[in-house]
C-alpha cells in the first residue's frame, strides 16, 4: 500500500479516537449526576483506546505488535465496565444521584426489601437471645479461672470442663505452655 494512504488511515484512526476521549472528558464536565458521568467516562473511552490501538496496529504493521494490543484493549474492555458499576453501586449507596433524573430505579426495590431482611433478622435475634454460659456476663467476679457464674451455680460442667474453657479464654496459662 502507499505510505500516504497508510498515513491518512492512522490519521482517521487516531483523530477517531481522539475525538472519543474528548467526548469523555466533556461528558464528565457537563454531565449532572454521577451515572451519567459515569457511562461518559466508560462507553467512549473504551472506543477511543480502540482507535488508538487500531492505529498504532497500522502504523507499525508488525503482527508481533498485534496480541501486545489484544491484551491492552481487552483489560479496558473488561476493567472500564467493572469500575463504572462499582462507582454507580457506591454512589447509589452513599446516595450521590438524582433521583428525578432516573427513569426506573430497579435496584430500589431490591435496597428495600433488604433493609427490611436485615430489620427482621435482628428482631428475630433479639427476641431468641438466651443467657450463653460461655459469656462472661459478670466480668467483676473474684474467680478469672470460671468463664460464668451463672454455670457454676448451676452446677453444669465439671472442674475439668471449666480448666479447659479457661485455658481456652487464656492460652498462655495452658499446662503445654
Not at 426489601?113 to 436485615?118: E, K, M, S, T, V
Amino acid at each position: 500500500m502507499d505510505e500516504t494512504v497508510i498515513d491518512m488511515i492512522v490519521a482517521v484512526l487516531m483523530f477517531g479516537g481522539a475525538l472519543m476521549s474528548l467526548a469523555a472528558a466533556i461528558g464528565l464536565i457537563r454531565f449532572p449526576d454521577l451515572l451519567s458521568r459515569m457511562h461518559a467516562a466508560s462507553k467512549p473511552q473504551v472506543l477511543g483506546l480502540l482507535l488508538f490501538l487500531l492505529a498504532m496496529a497500522v502504523e507499525f504493521r508488525s503482527w508481533k505488535l498485534l496480541p501486545i494490543l489484544a491484551v491492552a484493549w481487552i483489560f479496558m474492555l473488561l476493567t472500564a465496565p467493572v469500575s463504572a458499576h462499582m462507582v454507580g453501586r457506591a454512589g447509589y449507596r452513599t446516595k450521590h444521584l438524582r433521583p428525578e433524573l432516573l427513569v426506573i430505579d430497579e435496584l430500589d426495590d431490591v435496597v428495600e426489601r433488604a433493609q427490611r431482611l436485615l430489620r427482621e433478622a435482628e428482631e428475630e435475634a433479639l427476641e431468641n437471645e438466651e443467657d450463653d454460659p460461655r459469656v462472661d456476663d459478670d466480668p467483676g467476679h473474684e474467680h478469672a479461672v470460671e468463664l460464668d457464674d451463672d454455670e457454676l451455680l448451676a452446677g453444669r460442667g465439671t472442674a475439668e470442663e471449666r480448666r479447659l474453657n479457661s485455658n481456652a479464654q487464656h492460652p498462655g496459662s495452658s499446662p503445654e505452655g
